[in-house]
């Protein structure tokens, strides 16, 4: 049966902006985060997917209690994680863990290994005893093939790929029941990015532990992801599961993405959509459906009324008015 973990519903992050320096006047927000909804399930993957700037990582940071929010709810485990002080925050840190992009920089170079992977354990509410840590360290190590003596190295005694494996170990330390995954793979070289795809993989069926995936290359989200969300612009656009979304996307934006990264795939090769212009600034984003002046299907309602995010059936979701037209391309 499915069991919520995280429940994100409404979820807002403005940035204001300001005019002036002694007398500082706002004049308009950045809209980073705008009204995202979507749920992370036990022993599941919930995969983010969008081009740079849309705001993926600020919701990662969010969830992560590293910003705070300007609205809406994220719920862990039934409660309100974004009301959390003092002792009941320090106590749910442990549960909600992050790996980073870039493991030259997410660990520090003066620490040995093993005080690396420690370090979220012994500053824990209930550490454990010394003999526990140590042997904690050594089953993690091991769980992420690393050799038994890792410990007493530093990270630049490792490769990029064995760096990733190490910073993997720390965010299992405090045994987690969920793992933010800020684009894990993307600073690796390629060969190398399949085998912690898989190390990650092999962990989650090991420990059911839920992880939420934030990428902007699809192939990487689809191939890990039990659900995918593409956000655009502070918003998600269409949330399906992984192979529906694959087989049978809608919304324009998600079927440009996949046309781009799979042009050979059987179910987008009819279309090669190739989208004019950038990404908008989300200082003032364009009215009503954001996507709409890069979207080849735009008509005039489309730039006066925003779309709802519907249910069209088995989880999945989108945000776009001719839906029903869409689905027929
Ligand atoms: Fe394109 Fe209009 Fe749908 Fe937005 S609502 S995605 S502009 S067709």
């Given at each position: 049966m499915t069991e919520e973990l995280l429940a994100v519903r409404d979820l807002k992050k403005h940035f204001p902006v300001t005019k002036g320096i002694i007398f500082m006047k706002e004049i308009?927000?950045?809209?980073?985060?705008?009204g995202v909804n979507f749920t992370v399930n036990r022993g599941e993957t919930f995969g983010l997917v969008g081009e740079?700037?849309?705001g993926k990582t600020t919701t990662a940071k969010l969830i992560l209690l590293m910003e705070r929010i300007t609205g809406g709810t994220i719920h862990y485990k039934g409660r309100d994680i974004s009301l959390l002080r003092g002792s009941e925050l320090k106590s749910h840190r442990g549960s909600v863990q992050a790996v980073f992009q870039d493991p030259f920089s997410s660990?520090?170079?003066?620490?040995r290994v093993k005080d690396i992977i420690a370090e979220p354990i012994v500053v824990s509410v209930n550490a454990p005893s010394k003999t526990a840590v140590k042997e904690k360290i050594a089953e993690l190590l091991q769980l992420v093939g690393l050799?038994?003596?890792?410990?007493?190295?530093?990270?630049?005694?490792?490769?990029g790929g064995q760096r990733q494996r190490i910073a993997i170990a720390r965010a299992l330390a405090p045994d987690p029941d969920l793992i933010v995954l800020d684009e894990?793979?993307?600073?690796?070289d390629v060969s190398i990015r399949a085998q912690i795809m898989n190390l990650l993989r092999d962990i989650q069926d090991r420990l059911g532990i839920s992880y939420l995936l934030i990428a902007h290359d699809l192939p990487v989200v689809q191939h890990m992801s039990t659900w995918v969300g593409v956000m655009y612009l502070g918003t998600l656009v269409e949330i399906a599961g992984s192979e529906e979304l694959n087989e049978n996307p809608v919304h324009p934006y998600t079927k440009a993405l996949l046309s781009a990264a799979l042009p050979h795939h059987p179910a987008h090769i009819r279309e090669e959509i190739i989208l004019p212009g950038e990404v908008p600034t989300?200082?003032?984003?364009?009215?009503?459906?954001?996507?709409h002046p890069r979207?080849?299907?735009?008509?005039?309602?489309c730039s006066s009324v925003p779309p709802l995010f519907r249910?069209?059936?088995?989880g999945h979701f989108v945000a776009c008015h001719f839906i029903d037209d869409l689905r027929k391309i």
């Open positions: 308009g927000a950045i809209k980073a985060v705008d740079s700037g849309c660990l520090s170079p003066r620490m050799r038994k003596d890792a410990g007493d190295l530093y990270p630049h005694e490792f490769s894990p793979v993307s600073g690796l989300p200082f003032n984003p364009p009215e009503a459906c954001k996507f979207c080849f299907r735009a008509r005039d309602i249910d069209i059936g088995g």
